[in-house]
């Protein structure tokens, strides 16, 4: 699904943000990991509300200058709120347009890359876009509303067989067969609009056991085929980190699916290109995960650009 072309966003939006409520993930191995010190250059390519970002930039000062980049203009308006500055910019970008970012700003390979491929806790809250199950909400799904079509558009449109394969390759949902075929014989007199209308077909069809809502795979993989993510991470690992890091620089990638954690592992090993300094992810503590549930499926690796 192509993306639409974009006006230009330099900066967050003039929105002033509700009070954020997002808890950055392996925020002790991240810091540990990246050996961050006075004077060094570091992308924080999803910055979200900065979680991450507010102790890089404090670790890096005085004379470090920190890129924030993010789709989502809510989330750059809660990082502004938390860094700014002379050596800050944050900007609405995708973190595969970083080759032209660094050009736009002047500046060459850069010492410290860091992506966190995890929906934010705040995204999740937002009703206007139906991240979150609970929250509601149209069935927008975009990091980018200028970008791309709603969640909801999309399910009016694409065939049961396409929409099959896509829940069983993002989702990884089981039942992706009958949940699409449902969404189609729906969309023939009311087609699925909002989280609640979407949440409650598959609780229909799946039934409600443990404590995930049974709509969470369906939710999961309708955002990363309306957001194109794993396109934009496989022209990342593939050749915006090659070109954007400086020699002997560090690359840090947190991922929560199967599927990105494999194609980072695997671009990692690529030995005549990276040095790999995790062999096993790194994972969060159990006193993490009791604190933030939400961590439980964060996996943090690492590399070093030779």
Same mark, same amino acid.
């Given at each position: ?7 230009? $966003? ?44 507010? %102790? ?15 789709? /989502? ?5 809660? $990082? ?33 890359? =860091? ?24 069935? /927008? ?23 099959? %394969?896509?829940? &069983? ?8 067969? &009958?949940? $699409? ?24 069809? %799946? ?35 090659? $070109? ?14 199967? =599927? ?18 995790? %062999? ?19 996996? =943090?690796?690492?590399?070093?650009? &030779?």
């Amino acid at each position: 699904m192509p993306d639409q072309p974009a006006s230009p $966003a330099p900066g967050p939006s003039p929105q002033s943000p509700k009070k954020h409520v997002h808890i950055p993930v392996l925020l002790h191995e991240v810091l540990s990991a990246l050996d961050l010190r006075p004077g060094l250059t570091v992308v924080d390519g999803t910055v979200g509300a900065a979680g991450h970002s507010r %102790k890089i930039h404090e670790k890096i000062q005085p004379g470090g200058t920190l890129i924030g980049l993010d789709r /989502d203009s809510l989330m750059l308006g809660y $990082a502004a709120q938390f860094i700014d500055g002379e050596h800050v910019q944050l900007l609405q970008r995708s973190y595969s347009e970083l080759p032209d970012v660094l050009q736009e700003l002047s500046l060459g390979p850069v010492d410290r890359i =860091l992506v966190d491929l995890g929906l934010s806790s705040d995204q999740l809250a937002d009703r206007e876009r139906g991240f979150g199950i609970q929250a509601g909400g149209p069935l /927008d799904l975009r990091f980018d509303t200028r970008q791309g079509v709603p969640a909801a558009e999309y399910l009016r449109t694409v065939s049961a067989d396409d929409l099959t %394969k896509m829940l &069983r390759e993002y989702g990884e949902e089981p039942l992706a067969e &009958r949940i $699409a075929g449902a969404i189609v014989d729906r969309r023939k007199t009311q087609p699925v609009a909002t989280s609640e209308d979407l949440a409650e077909l598959v609780r229909r069809i %799946k039934g409600t056991r443990g404590d995930t809502h049974p709509a969470t795979q369906v939710f999961q993989a309708l955002r990363i085929a309306v957001n194109r993510e794993f396109d934009h991470l496989r022209t990342f690992l593939d050749t915006v980190l090659p $070109a954007c890091l400086a020699p002997g620089g560090l690359a840090a990638v947190i991922t929560f699916h199967s =599927l990105e954690d494999r194609l980072v592992k695997e671009t990692f090993r690529e030995t005549e290109r990276w040095d790999n300094l995790t %062999k096993k992810p790194l994972v969060a503590s159990p006193a993490e995960i009791r604190l933030n549930p939400r961590s439980r499926t964060a996996k =943090l690796r690492l590399a070093r650009l &030779r």
